[in-house]
């Protein structure tokens, strides 16, 4: 059974920064495409960003500059970094396993996810 498992929420103050990381365990994580989504309370999930197995990537408008996903595939962890936050981005973080690989063509694979507050 594939898990992934995030880390670095926390809280910060508005135009701080934080780095999200995600371990996945299983195999062909290199060929699987990995996901940062969020959910503020009262609204729906949403994609933050997105990274192939080639290492193409897509963000979300209200992201874009600011936010950076990456992966390092000897590791086996996707990474979010997360630069001139906003009160806004206040939510839990999930990474996301894409059906494919990794995840035997099966469902897609979630964390158990990670707050982040920004707040002053």
């Known amino acids: 059974q594939v898990q992934l498992v995030e880390s670095g929420g926390g809280l910060v103050q508005p135009g701080g920064s934080l780095r999200l990381s995600c371990a996945a365990s299983?195999?062909?994580?290199?060929?699987?495409?990995m996901a940062w989504y969020r959910q503020a309370p009262g609204l729906q999930r949403e994609l933050v960003a997105d990274?192939?197995?080639?290492?193409?990537?897509n963000y979300a408008d209200s992201v874009k500059g600011r936010f950076t996903i990456s992966r390092d595939n000897a590791k086996n962890t996707v990474y979010l970094q997360m630069n001139s936050l906003k009160p806004e981005d206040t939510a839990v973080y999930y990474c996301n396993a894409a059906r494919g690989p990794l995840t035997g063509w099966g469902r897609e694979i979630w964390g158990q996810g990670t707050q982040v507050t920004v707040s002053s």
């Open positions: 299983g195999v062909f994580f290199r060929d699987n495409t």
């Open positions: 990274i192939t197995g080639g290492s193409s990537t």
